[in-house]
């Protein structure tokens, strides 16, 4: 920790006075000495106020579904979202200091009008189906394990089409852009351009094929092309690479855990510029090593149960329930008996773009 | 603007009083509705609370003075340096969401003891000479006019070895590292290890040759390897410029206005990952296109005075005064009678690199 | 064209007999005057000494096979592959100046022992099945309409379980690193080391999922990780495209063209640093536009038939067939009645890479 | 080496018939066996035709000197340039397999007229003065110790106005360009469109400033905007890096031994997308580690003699001497009594660009 003062005798109250009218002209100048700030300002090592805690599906799930009796979804309120707000960030609806986590409720036959903002978004699908995304007209069905892409100034909407409502995870950066003033926004049509409902987006018909790309669309995009990753690749990614540690080759991170990360290909990096997007399988009884890094985590948990440690507090999770690990805090996840699918999403590419990036694992690699 | 509602009914009493039991249990859970808070969180475009504002370089200069008479420097508070605070920004020590400003003091025989930390940072000298910066043991001197940096995790101090007090201007990414949790920070040694003085730095001996890289020193390096950007060169360049346009050939920004950027000679690209550094000089008479531009701009009149406008809002700026350009405020400058020039330093890099940038001329190109 | 001589008049014969001694002595030096061959080695656009040219594929299959009867696959000769050389470069086995391509031949039972080297090579398998190539102990089936990657200095070799003998399309870069003289080469083990004939390599397992990466294996890497790229994926991708017009949506690179690039999931580049793979679908009646393009392509007709135009010649081409269009030569494909499939290989990249890459459409775009 | 022969008995009288008949039948069809030549096409390191060679200065210059009295200059020869033909190459005037290098020859008064082509060019003044070259109208002067870039496509020419002769290295890929099918050619102007004599070049007011860029040219330049790197700065450069060896500070590559890389402000990376070039100063008595690279270099000795030792055979080189290391091929340099000056350049970009790049130091690092 820094020291608390200065290597100097304490001032005599001659001494004190003038320093109070010292920094009273200063407050009144819109200045302020980092000498009494600088311990809080720049920090050892990452402080964030924001804390580790745990959101219960049962409850999440229950409040949307109470939010769908009571309040309608429309242009103005634009989508029935409920955000998972940090203990620690004083109120904000901020998952994260970077990070919006949401929980999206449509009841049959709703829609969620169009709309475009710079701020990056994706859906995770914890259960149900039913619900199609537009991304700037091409119509994407969300069903069970699906991620879903609508990268910054998309115009999208959603409608659902079932018969039963259908809720899922919304994860944004909303945070960082709010701070960081560079928001954009713009409303489309208050209905849906397109209510087709195909088996598949047309973006993962031109995108969703191994290492192959369509040769009329050539470059490196900002964000990833493809709309939806259907549960099914991410599904048989993971058994692969568990079928190649039971075979005795590379492929898993470590003992028991499989993982992925999702990435746009036109450029093998990350799904969007801000967001990163990954997910974990572990056999029954497997863990990771405890480790800090610099950025943020959130974590649902989409089969099974685990338990994940951060600055040393277990936290048990089961089926939708979120977590989230602050900046720095050290983590390790232990899966329980039936083994644990895990979805995460990160900040990651910020600070790795900006040479911000650090970890360190206290148990060595 | 959003909408301030959704396009339906009032609700009831009834009604409101099973939102307002939903809305308490949602708060209780960590939980806030997105429909109530979208207007603000997600702008058409961006609304800094941050303002345009000006500080006085005769208030800042007489303020530094003062701290020198009552404050020591040494280990603890570390730096006699006084922060801008933006007045919209709630007393925070931040002249613009992403950036810290400060006026830096040291009285002649005095240390700035030795310390690093992760916040990339730099000097501009607006005045004096005398004191050096010593960069993981390279003794850089400072002079009027030159520009310095301390890119993050490199150990640095500062002494005065002159008869006079100097004071200078400090640039950090220190809010950007505090809102992102990526800060660090170690002690170096109390007293400075070396006391050399030299006329120049070891750093600008190795690269600052035009167009030439020591080949013992290979590969992209994440920050500038200069120490110093001597005044001697920023003034040829900007010189040189203006030659050009007297000679009818291309060089300037805009006529009458020459303008150079700090380079990274490793990558062609920014000093440091995080900020952005340039200086201006505009003819007497000479203006700049209004603008809009996501991201914060400080400057700081080197000499000459010119008007800059904000947000329609004029502002006089004469040697050493500071100014600050929130994201996307429509700016621009108009020299005065002895023309200017100005140093300008920007977090305009970050959003570069996230694909969030954006700049609108409402005059066109 | 260049212009024959110097705007003067032609040298006496006195002159002449000094300039002739000149000459001889600057020959004898080893010099070379540059004012009597600059037409040649500075033309005012390519002029290759590659010509177009077919190859048909039964003539190819016969004199492979004919070969599997005469002469055995082992050390030393290393594999039984019979190259393309492009009758205008002068006996030299070079497809095209940078390119080389082979018909390798393999019967029941035989081995090609391991090697490798820093020459890039592919194979496209244009019927059959029944051989595994061996890729530093990765076991990939080679089947119809697969395309393999070998990327320098990877072991590799092939070996047949079936009852039939098997052809295919080898394509390296072997004569682009013979002329910059950058090749090196290593003898592996003498059988393979693996005769493992899974229906996946475990690099498919790993990297072949679309859009997904392995965590565990992080950053680019030169050359793609993806060892075959099985026909079943290009097949559905080419399918979609044409879909996807059918129904009035972008995706084909022109009316009735559908295509894809073969690309690298870890940078959405090319295959290899030096080679550049397609595959492009014609429906019966489509054509593509001339187009003049720096760098040499290859095509071999998988299914169906065309017509390929290089520099105003037609050449009838049908399954199998090997034509080759040298640098800057005007070509365009004209399918045939049932439409065609053709695989495609060219040298794009490396003239991409240096900014020497240039095309040209006299119909324009 | 490879093996000379399959591992199977000689072929009897029959069977050797049959294969001439087969090999007879494909040389007819235009194919080639690549079990026959693959020792020559695939060998075990590179085994480059370009053998090391001396070229002496004295003779250099007498024939260019003879060259000013017996051919004039002007379109159609377009410059009276003597290529360096490497007597391993067959006649063809390339120094290396890449690379082009020639002393050209401009007598007082003379003009080379304006033209521009893809191959990309520079020229190393040895000695003289007093000739301007004009690239796209911007008049640089060349002095001695100056190194000049043409990048491709760029129009330009040279005038004499002084009223001595004067000689220079010219550098060229015209190799590589020839090989690739790459070139293109276009005539400009028969008189240079500009006889100014500026003391310094535009592109120097604009780029030369020391970690300066214009701000009016943002972004990445495929070839550096440096039209000059003037002596002065080149030879500072290499001073202070001895003086910092002296004081006992990093900089130098090898002890004794300052070295610098020509690079383009814009990136950080080599002048021109084809040619890296470094200027080296070894004190007397200093030597360099034996290397081994893929890739070929020139050297031509500017002040100072040394010995360069390529594949065991030492080379005496002195003032004005050019001499070539083919690829891989073993060297290192051993200053002479009074050090010595050498500017180098190579064709290592492609090689590194393309991941054909390898290096190695049979005495370690």
């Known amino acids: 920790m820094h020291q ?114 710079s701020q990056n978004a994706f859906r995770f699908v914890i259960e149900g189906e039913g619900v199609w995304t537009v991304v700037n007209g091409d119509a994407t069905p969300m069903r069970r394990g699906d991620f879903l892409l609508t990268p910054g100034w998309n115009f999208h909407g959603h409608h659902n089409i079932a018969s039963e409502p259908m809720a899922w995870l919304d994860g944004l950066d909303i945070p960082f852009q709010y701070k960081m003033d560079t928001g954009f926004f713009e409303f489309g049509t208050e209905h849906l351009t397109d209510e087709a409902t195909p088996e598949t987006s047309r973006s993962e018909r031109l995108w969703a094929h191994p290492g192959l790309r369509p040769l009329a669309f050539p470059g490196a995009k900002p964000s990833s092309p493809i709309g939806r990753y259907a549960w099914e690749h991410t599904d048989a990614a993971l058994r692969d690479q568990l079928a190649l540690e039971d075979a005795g080759f590379a492929g898993v991170v470590s003992p028991g855990h499989a993982a992925i990360r999702f990435s746009n290909p036109s450029t093998g990096g990350d799904v969007m510029q801000t967001i990163r997007a990954e997910f974990h399988r572990l056999r029954a009884g497997a863990s990771t090593l405890p480790i800090h890094e610099v950025g943020n985590r959130v974590f649902q948990v989409f089969e099974g149960s685990a338990t994940i440690v951060i600055d040393e507090k277990p936290f048990e999770i089961n089926h939708g329930d979120v977590v989230v690990v602050p900046s720095w805090k050290k983590w390790h996840l232990e899966a329980g008996s039936e083994g644990a699918d895990l979805f995460c999403f990160s900040d990651f590419p910020i600070f790795e773009k900006l040479n911000l990036f650090r970890s360190y694992s206290p148990e060595g690699i």
Not at 26 to 38: E, S, V
Not at 45 to 55: F, G, I, L, N, S
Not at 68 to 95: C, D, F, K, S
């Open 4 to 117: 608390d003062s200065m290597n100097v005798p304490l001032p005599t109250p001659e001494e004190q006075a003038e320093l109070n009218d010292m920094y009273a002209q200063m407050d009144q100048m819109h200045m302020k000495p980092l000498w009494n700030q600088i311990g809080n300002l720049m920090p050892e090592h990452p402080t964030p106020e924001a804390v580790p805690y745990k959101w219960d599906w049962s409850t999440l799930h229950k409040l949307a579904e109470r939010s769908g009796e009571l309040v309608p979804v429309g242009r103005g309120g634009e989508r029935r979202a409920i955000g998972l707000a940090n203990p620690g960030l004083h109120g904000e609806t901020h998952v994260a200091p970077t990070l919006w986590a949401a929980i999206q409720y449509l009841a049959p036959g709703e829609n969620a009008p169009e709309h475009r903002h």
